[in-house]
């Protein structure tokens, strides 16, 4: 899209230069020329906003909504490929809902029902994730051993507002580390709570590795998780899944300021037709907790 606008631009403006060589002649329209620059003005504006979206490391993309996959939305239609064109960092799933999603320094890994991480192929599809390029805006280490809830309380600390989103890297040694990921499903599908009776967990003693997450306000209910969301993959890149429960022993925490969202919907029946307007409040909970 952005290659057809600058195409289409450098066009317009050609042309243009072209018109003005007959700015003198009484037989050149001066109404098409003023028009003609209307439209090149408006272009670059187009322009310029198109490559200030795709450049600017403040924003979040995401695919779908939590709710949908909450419903059993489980297919989606943007390819990893093009999830990559819009962040470097991230979490989510595969269509079918075949295991967990860890993006990390460009690089994304699919953790699979058996606990193993594998290399995410490009073709690959997701009905659910959130991306962005992650740049550090405050950077902290922690010391001292703490368990899941007292990490999140401390994490809350390092929050300057909670009407905006962050995204959170900790790379830390884990005393013990809890984790699940769920099985491919296939149709018909069931809704996620359903789906979650049967998942897989994982646990790891003394494990170094990288919790990779966001943190969304209330007000995002229903379209993303909110609260702290993590999942989780070992320093060798072998292992993972989503993150039930944990004990830090030491870790290095990176916090990114996210002040904007794009979100891109499915365009598929499965979307189309889901009733969105449920209440899936205390489901969402038991789900991701």
Same mark, same amino acid.
């Given at each position: 899209?952005?290659q057809?606008?600058?195409?289409?631009?450098?066009t317009?403006?050609?042309?243009?230069? %072209?018109?003005q060589? *007959?700015?003198?002649?009484?037989?050149?329209?001066r109404? @098409?020329?003023?028009?003609?620059?209307?439209?090149? $003005?408006f272009?670059?504006i187009?322009?310029?906003?198109c490559?200030?979206?795709?450049?600017?490391?403040d924003i979040?993309f995401?695919t779908?909504?939590?709710?949908a996959? !909450?419903e059993?939305?489980?297919?989606?239609?943007?390819?990893?490929? /093009?999830?990559k064109k819009h962040?470097d960092?991230?979490?989510?799933? *595969?269509n079918n809902?075949?295991?967990?999603? @860890?993006?990390?320094?460009?690089?994304f890994?699919?953790i699979?029902?058996?606990g193993? $991480?594998?290399s995410v192929?490009?073709?690959?599809?997701?009905? *659910?994730?959130? @991306?962005?390029f992650f740049?550090?805006?405050? &950077? %902290?280490?922690?010391?001292? &051993?703490?368990?899941?809830?007292?990490l999140?309380?401390?994490l809350?600390t !390092?929050l300057p507002?909670?009407?905006i989103f962050?995204?959170?890297?900790i790379?830390?040694?884990? +005393?013990?580390?809890?984790?699940?990921?769920i099985?491919?499903?296939?149709k018909?599908?069931?809704?996620?709570?359903?789906?979650?009776?049967n998942?897989?967990?994982?646990?790891?003693?003394n494990?170094?590795?990288?919790l990779?997450?966001?943190?969304?306000?209330?007000y995002?209910e229903?379209?993303?998780?909110?609260?702290y969301?993590?999942?989780?993959i070992?320093?060798?890149?072998k $292992?993972?899944?989503?993150l039930?429960?944990?004990?830090?022993?030491?870790?290095? +925490?990176?916090?990114?300021?996210?002040?904007?969202?794009?979100?891109?919907?499915p365009?598929?029946?499965? *979307?189309y037709? %889901?009733?969105?307007?449920?209440?899936k /409040?205390?489901?969402l909970?038991?789900?991701?907790k």
């Amino acid at each position: 899209m952005l290659q057809k606008l600058k195409s289409i631009g450098r066009t317009l403006k050609v042309e243009l230069k %072209v018109y003005q060589l *007959f700015l003198k002649s009484e037989r050149t329209p001066r109404l @098409v020329l003023r028009l003609l620059f209307i439209i090149v $003005a408006f272009l670059s504006i187009a322009i310029y906003g198109c490559s200030h979206l795709q450049k600017n490391e403040d924003i979040a993309f995401q695919t779908s909504t939590i709710r949908a996959l !909450l419903e059993g939305v489980y297919e989606g239609d943007i390819t990893y490929k /093009e999830l990559k064109k819009h962040g470097d960092f991230g979490i989510g799933t *595969f269509n079918n809902l075949d295991g967990e999603m @860890v993006g990390l320094e460009g690089k994304f890994y699919q953790i699979k029902a058996d606990g193993t $991480a594998y290399s995410v192929q490009d073709s690959m599809k997701t009905p *659910f994730a959130v @991306v962005t390029f992650f740049k550090s805006d405050r &950077s %902290v280490t922690l010391d001292r &051993s703490v368990d899941c809830k007292v990490l999140e309380q401390y994490l809350d600390t !390092l929050l300057p507002t909670k009407n905006i989103f962050y995204a959170i890297k900790i790379d830390g040694d884990f +005393i013990y580390l809890k984790a699940r990921s769920i099985p491919m499903q296939n149709k018909p599908y069931v809704g996620l709570a359903e789906v979650v009776k049967n998942q897989k967990t994982f646990e790891f003693q003394n494990v170094k590795g990288t919790l990779a997450g966001f943190w969304f306000p209330g007000y995002m209910e229903g379209i993303n998780v909110p609260g702290y969301h993590f999942h989780f993959i070992t320093a060798d890149k072998k $292992a993972g899944g989503h993150l039930s429960d944990c004990r830090l022993k030491k870790g290095r +925490i990176e916090v990114d300021y996210i002040s904007q969202l794009f979100m891109a919907l499915p365009e598929n029946g499965g *979307f189309y037709d %889901v009733d969105l307007t449920k209440g899936k /409040e205390g489901e969402l909970e038991r789900v991701e907790k």
